[in-house]
């Protein structure tokens, strides 16, 4: 099974969520389905700075699974983790890997990967 995961809820979501429960699973190969991307809104956007220890280890982990990594380009823009104009903005100062964009372009680039499942966290 293939799941895509959107990190949306504000506070704790992703730093306690997805650095204590699902990336050490991704990393020991226990998680159980196939991630096939993650996309981050608002302050979760910011677990994918550069320099970052869990964004640094889901980044490896990303490159290795062939995951997508992709923030809300809005939220990138507002918060300095990209530049450029919204529809066209380019990622600076995150993880390697990382892609901006709005739904348009999660949908694109999950095409290929087509997940069974949507989890919204």
Same mark, same amino acid.
């Given at each position: 099974m293939k799941v895509a995961y959107v990190f949306s809820t504000s506070g704790h979501t992703a730093s306690? *969520? &997805? =650095? *204590?429960?699902?990336?050490?699973? &991704?990393?020991? =190969?226990?998680? =159980?389905v196939e991630v096939v991307g993650m996309f981050f809104f608002d302050d979760n956007t910011y677990l994918l700075r550069a320099g970052d220890p869990v964004g640094e280890r889901l980044g490896r982990v990303a490159a290795e699974q062939g995951m997508l990594l992709m923030l809300c380009d809005q939220c990138a823009l507002e918060r300095c983790l990209a530049e450029g104009e919204i529809g066209a903005a380019v990622p600076t100062g995150t993880v390697a890997g990382v892609r901006v964009g709005c739904f348009p372009d999660l949908y694109a680039a999950l095409a290929d990967g087509r997940p069974d499942h949507v989890i919204t966290l």
């Open positions: 306690y *969520k &997805l =650095g *204590k429960m699902i990336l050490p699973q &991704l990393e020991q =190969g226990t998680h =159980g």
